[in-house]
């Protein structure tokens, strides 16, 4: 049995990032950029209007300017500013020569061709200088984003077509259990419905892999085999739940054993003690136990950060904090317990956390409401009331004074 901190080292030692592929720039959101993105050229690449009005000299003396033309955006006119003119100018038009300001039209008066200017007129003013937004040759976008909407706006404004990003893991999922029907099927006497598979593939979405449905497996040998192998022949990685206990069906370990290399089969956690790690030809297989919260719980702690790395993520852990317990919270040494909690913070700063009630494996419930796995370190025993503990923070955190739903 290795301590958890021991079986993440492991499997983020073992993991690494997916080979990047080249996508069209409108396809990068939510992935992670595998290269340093530069600006060609300056943005904006000729001085430009800010506003509807004016192009004139800022310090010309004349009282009323002569309007000698129109410059809109989209092109560039054949004008030139002089003393005693001025040119009628767009937003986002190119400024004339000559003139080195504009005006806006709210502080003008114009009449048989000439205009007044009602304002103080200083050098430069809104005129967008070439260059102000982005340089010639500046670094835009690092290696390492994570693409989100602004990027995605600045690859179109750079003409960057096409960039080289780390893909979404895809990720085969399967459960396995003589005992497990579909969600829509009516169990019969000793038989459950399917909750892994898909509680496992939306925690793969959300955290920005592709599930694979590899679909439900009896506790056959043959039928495990099949299936672990049509998973390693489709996606990036694989998740199995159930199968890796001490029972006499629990096939699941002994044939990543023979098929490939065990990295660790129990790990000094409450819950999720027997999840398995393996590789078989290079692909990073996660036995999770069967127990709905030990193979959520599992999927948190070990799968998360691995799936966002082999995305191409460098921040891989959630923020931790130390939080207060509001009540007793028994547990036993010997393993490092994550028990499902939700913090709260008040405007002193401080995190106060109670806990979602029976921490049973399989009490899904028990991670409804959540916001926070309690870290409770194998070492210690029962924690009283106002005891700081770590917590993982999971989710949105909540003030203190707010009702929220339990
Ligand atoms: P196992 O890890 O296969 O020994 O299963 C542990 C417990 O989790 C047993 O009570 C199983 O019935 C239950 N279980 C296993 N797989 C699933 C699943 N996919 N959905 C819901 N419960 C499951
Ligand atoms: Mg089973």
Redesign the pocket.
């Known amino acids: 049995m290795i301590p958890v901190e021991e079986a993440i080292d492991i499997i983020l030692q073992v993991v690494q990032p997916l080979q990047p592929v080249r996508v069209p720039f409108h396809d990068a959101l939510g992935l992670v950029l595998a290269e340093d993105v530069h600006a060609a050229e300056p943005m904006p690449p000729f001085r430009a209007a800010s506003v509807d009005g004016y192009a004139v000299i800022s310090n010309d003396p004349a009282p009323v300017r002569r309007v000698v033309g129109d410059q809109s955006a989209g092109y560039i006119d054949d004008l030139q500013v002089t003393t005693g003119t001025a040119v009628r100018v767009t937003t986002g038009a190119p400024v004339p020569p000559g003139a080195d300001a504009m005006v806006m039209v709210e502080f003008t008066e114009e009449q048989d061709g000439r205009v007044a200017i009602n304002t103080t007129v200083d050098p430069g003013s809104n005129v967008r200088p070439v260059g102000q937004d982005l340089t010639e040759g500046q670094l835009v976008l690092a290696q390492g984003t994570l693409m989100g909407p602004p990027y995605v706006g600045l690859l179109a404004m750079i003409g960057k077509t096409e960039v080289l990003v780390h893909p979404k893991p895809t990720v085969g999922v399967m ?3 003589d ?2 029907v579909e969600p829509g099927d009516l169990p019969k006497p000793g038989q ?6 898909f509680s496992l593939m939306s925690a793969v979405r959300e955290v920005g892999g592709i599930p694979i449905d590899l679909g ?1 497996v009896t506790d056959e040998a043959g039928k495990l085999k099949e299936t672990i192998e049509r998973g390693l022949s489709s996606a990036n990685a694989l998740l199995t ?5 001490m ?1 006499q069906l ?1 096939l699941v370990k002994p044939y990543l054993a023979e098929r490939g290399q065990v990295h660790f089969g129990r790990v000094r956690a409450k819950p999720g003690k ?1 999840v398995t790690f393996a590789t078989i030809d290079g692909t990073p297989v996660f036995a999770m ?4 919260v030990s ?1 959520l719980v599992s999927f948190e702690v070990y799968v998360r950060p691995a799936l966002l790395k082999m995305a191409g993520h460098t921040r891989l852990n959630r923020p931790r904090r130390r939080v207060t317990l509001s009540h007793d919270v028994s547990h036993t040494t010997g393993r490092t317990e994550f028990q499902r909690a939700i913090v709260t913070h008040g405007t002193d700063g401080e995190y106060t956390a109670i806990t979602t009630g029976f921490q049973g494996s ?1 009490r899904l419930l028990s991670m409804h409401g959540a916001n926070a796995l309690l870290v409770l370190p194998y070492q210690q025993g029962d924690f009283p009331a106002g005891t700081e503990v770590e917590a993982i923070i999971t989710g949105p955190l909540q003030e203190t004074d707010r009702e929220f739903d339990r």
């Open positions: 459960s396995t259990g005992e497990l459950i419905r399917d909750a892994n598979r439900k739940s159930g199968g890796v206990s029972g629990d027997p136990p069967g127990f709905p193979a399989g």
